[in-house]
């Protein structure tokens, strides 16, 4: 009943730009933290990206800084813009959310979507 759906992931050249989309359905995700991870091959996971219900500002992992920017509107949706992609930002990124994490912690999310894979090849 609860349920992520991301997409716009795919394939894109060295320095190019991609954004990405959430979308809840079962539940609104007003007062929840909702986030980006992903995850390359080889790696383990990494919180991209999160906006905490505590305070709701952005924050982002260092590596992309300056590069993605994580939004959201107030119930639906929430989008990772990411531009300057370079291979190490290869991987599957999920779209993540919690209603109890006041805080951007990985292992305090408990919905996941399923992911949608980001490519960056020439």
């Known amino acids: 009943q609860l349920q992520l759906v991301e997409s716009g992931g795919g394939l894109v050249q060295p320095g190019g730009s991609l954004t990405l989309s959430c979308v809840a359905s079962?539940?609104?995700?007003?007062?929840?933290?909702v986030g980006w991870i992903r995850q390359a091959p080889g790696k383990e996971r990494e919180e991209v990206a999160c906006i905490s219900r505590s305070d709701g500002v952005p924050t982002h992992v260092d590596s992309v800084k300056g590069r993605f920017r994580i939004s959201r509107d107030r119930v639906k949706t929430v989008w990772l813009e990411m531009n300057s992609l370079n291979s190490e930002d290869t991987g599957v990124y999920y779209c993540v959310a919690s209603q109890s994490a006041g805080l951007c912690v990985p292992s305090g999310m408990d919905n996941w979507g399923k992911g949608t894979l980001v490519t960056v090849f020439s």
């Open positions: 079962g539940f609104t995700l007003e007062h929840y933290t």
